[in-house]
T-cell receptor, first 111, second 114 residues
Framework: DAKTTQPTSMDCAEGRAANLPCNHSTISGNEYVYWYRQIHSQGPQYIIHGLKNNETNEMASLIITEDRKSSTLILPHATLRDTAVYYCIVRRSTGFQKLVFGTGTRLLVSP | DTAVSQTPKYLVTQMGNDKSIKCEQNLGHDTMYWYKQDSKKFLKIMFSYNNKELIINETVPNRFSPKSPDKAHLNLHINSLELGDSAVYFC?????????????FGPGTRLTVL
């Protein structure tokens, strides 16, 4: 599985967009970018995933660069409940693939 | 309705004891996992079962023995507990036939070995 690099921490004001970057320069053609988050004392929660097109769901948007070497998770209107550690993970979408969690980005949303 | 549930939520025990953590999923998934999150917050896969068959074993000490009585359950039994086993253990499940292969996690079991 390709490795990912994320900033250790980020701050965001409540109501503003939170843009969380992730570098995955060694990503392979058949590997997807997944985002999970872990709110304090809870299990990780799936957010979104994508291959090469930008994706949007009810939780967030995922922007993947054309060369697929980096991506950005966007929380359009961050709330206090979005304070969590956000993990960017690269893996194939099929087969028995484990999730390899890095250190993630600790996002703090403040009033 | 809880999708992935674990019992107990907290477990405090003495070194050398044997304990079990239970996991159940009601999502109809065919694959289940156990992850360990240590005190430094690193989250690592331990085991994975697909249709009751072990498919991932990440060099975990053989004191840890997963047991899958059916597709909806994956229990973790730990023998001769050691101080270093103190961690939060998360169970997860997914449906391997689907391309999204999203893993759903349980709330975790915090194990403290004294």
């Amino acid at each position: 599985d390709a490795k990912t690099t994320q900033p250790t921490s980020m701050d965001c004001a409540e109501g503003r967009a939170a843009n969380l970057p992730c570098n995955h320069s060694t990503i392979s053609g058949n590997e997807y970018v997944y985002w999970y988050r872990q709110i304090h004392s809870q299990g990780p929660q799936y957010i979104i995933h994508g291959l090469k097109n930008n994706e949007t769901n009810e939780m967030a948007s995922l922007i993947i660069t054309e060369d697929r070497k980096s991506s950005t998770l966007i929380l359009p209107h961050a709330t206090l409940r979005d304070t969590a550690v956000y993990y960017c993970i690269v893996r194939r979408s099929t087969g028995f693939q484990k999730l390899v969690f890095g250190t993630g980005t600790r996002l703090l949303v403040s009033p | 309705d809880t999708a992935v549930s674990q019992t107990p939520k907290y477990l405090v025990t003495q070194m050398g004891n044997d304990k079990s953590i239970k996991c159940e999923q009601n999502l109809g998934h065919d694959t289940m996992y156990w992850y360990k999150q240590d005190s430094k917050k690193f989250l690592k896969i331990m085991f994975s079962y697909n249709n009751k068959e072990l498919i991932i074993n990440e060099t975990v000490p053989n004191r840890f023995s997963p047991k899958s009585p059916d597709k909806a359950h994956l229990n973790l039994h730990i023998n001769s507990l050691e101080l270093g086993d103190s961690a939060v253990y998360f169970c997860a499940s997914s449906q391997e036939r689907h391309s999204t292969d999203t893993q759903y996690f349980g709330p975790g079991t915090r194990l403290t070995v004294l």
